[in-house]
Nanobody
Framework: QVQLVESGGGLVQAGGSLRLSCAASGRTFSNYAMGWFRQAPGKEREFVAAISRSGGSTYYADSVKGRFTISRDNAKNTMYLQMNSLKPEDTAVYYC?????????????????WGQGTQVTVSS
């Protein structure tokens, strides 16, 4: 079992920044590819960004490319999502996820473990 806890969400004005963290415990963190997803009210959960086990490979949804940066610190068992130039349409609950597949995992079904989510609200 892998336990995932997100933090760092909050309320921010459009154009502002937030840094989300995902702390992992229970298994060897570096054995898992990681990802961020988000779900806005009334919408399906959508992929945001993914990172490979070593951190050497990353992938972003087109909607966040150039504004968000995913990273991980395997020594601290933590993954991050730096979000800059935030827009009201980024408002959602953000979830981190862990999967045992190699490379980057782009779909929700590829992940084995999920956190409870952290709310991000961007005001206009």
């Amino acid at each position: 079992q892998v336990q995932l806890v997100e933090s760092g969400g909050g309320l921010v004005q459009a154009g502002g920044s937030l840094r989300l963290s995902c702390a992992a415990s229970g298994r060897t963190f570096s054995n898992y590819a990681m990802g961020w997803f988000r779900q806005a009210p009334g919408k399906e959960r959508e992929f945001v960004a993914a990172i490979s086990r070593s951190g050497g490979s990353t992938y972003y949804a087109d909607s966040v490319k150039g504004r968000f940066t995913i990273s991980r610190d395997n020594a601290k068992n933590t993954m991050y999502l730096q979000m800059n130039s935030l827009k009201p349409e980024d408002t959602a609950v953000y979830y981190c996820a862990a999967g045992s597949a190699l490379g980057v995992i782009l779909t929700a079904v590829g992940y084995d473990y999920w956190g409870q989510g952290t709310q991000v609200t961007v005001s206009s």
